[in-house]
């Protein structure tokens, strides 16, 4: 298959003949540019190799299209006979009172639309593939306020139960590890501080309290 870059490859090659019309007459210039289409379209039908062709009007920029379209291997034959029928279609065009701009373009075309089962997973892989960069993407910032609040409350309850446990078994050193802080040592240093805030006892949930106890802390 024939390649301009790696990933833009084709089978077909087009040639389009174009004119501008105008509004004048009622839009005869129109009228007269289909006129030497339909009177040429049968020797242009005829070429070997065609396989489409197609024909573009546009009422508001005033194009007058004709894109002939033939697969690549006869493409290059048809360009040895001059595009035969072209030049005589393009000269009955600039006879066109009205008419202006004729040109002609040889460009690829392709169909690239998708069947239902192939534009239904390539859309399930897109929202997959969505649903993954969102999950890997970097949570925003949490308020510092609010971050600091999680730490100091996660502090005091540890610290409770450091104190129950030392109670129970009358250790004087505790290891143990926590969340909120997430490795960063000034959120780590005031976690600690909550453990061992001294509880109040007439606060109707006990926090810290563990002042007492050697600890080491950890958070990743």
Not at 11 to 17: L, S, V
Not at 39 to 46: A, G, K, M, R, Y
Not at 133 to 158: F, H, M, N, T, Y
Not at 188 to 207: G, I, Y
Request: charged share 35%.
């Amino acid at each position: 298959m024939p390649e301009i870059t790696t990933s833009v490859k084709f089978d077909n090659i087009a040639r389009e003949w174009r004119c501008k019309w105008s509004e004048d007459a009622s839009k005869a210039s129109l009228d007269a540019a289909q006129a030497v289409l339909a009177d040429l379209l049968p020797e242009l039908s005829s070429v070997e190799g065609v396989a489409t062709i197609q024909r573009i009007v546009c009422g508001g920029c005033h194009d007058f299209k004709v894109i002939t379209k033939l697969p690549a291997t006869a493409f290059g034959e048809w360009e040895k006979a001059d595009f035969a029928p072209e030049k005589d279609f393009l000269a009955k065009l600039g006879g066109i009172k009205g008419v202006s701009a004729v040109e002609t373009q040889t460009y690829t075309l392709e169909e690239v639309k998708l069947n239902k089962k192939d534009a239904k997973k390539a859309m399930e892989n897109k929202e997959a593939e969505a649903e993954k960069a969102k999950a890997d993407a970097p949570k925003p910032p949490e308020d510092p306020a609010k971050k600091l609040k999680k730490v100091i409350k996660e502090g005091g309850k540890r610290g409770v139960e450091i104190e129950g446990a030392a109670d129970m078994g009358g250790l004087q050193f505790f290891c143990t590890s926590v969340d909120e802080p997430e490795g960063d040592v000034e959120l780590l240093t005031k976690c600690v501080e909550a453990m061992n805030a001294k509880s109040d006892p007439t606060e109707e949930e006990r926090k810290g309290g563990s002042g007492h106890i050697g600890k080491m802390v950890f958070s990743v």
